[in-house]
């Protein structure tokens, strides 16, 4: 979630540059890399979620074998 914020700050920075006349393609670049970063943050979120409960899954067949 930490990350997910400072990711968050860092879109929002950016935004206001853009407003304020910065370098539009570079900002806008910087802008799609960021949300390319959350993707992958949430995804590998996802990913450890469904680990977690796979192995919860696991262990209660083997606690009702």
Do not use: H
Not at 5 to 29: A, T, V
Not at 36 to 44: K, P
């Amino acid at each position: 979630m930490t990350q997910l914020r400072n990711l968050d700050n860092d879109y929002k920075k950016m935004e206001q540059d853009l407003l304020d006349g910065g370098n539009s393609k570079l900002i806008l670049s910087a802008m799609i890399t960021n949300f390319q970063t959350r993707i992958d943050l949430l995804n590998e979120v996802l990913e450890q979620i469904e680990e977690i409960k796979n192995f919860k899954n696991y262990e209660n067949e083997n606690i009702t074998a």
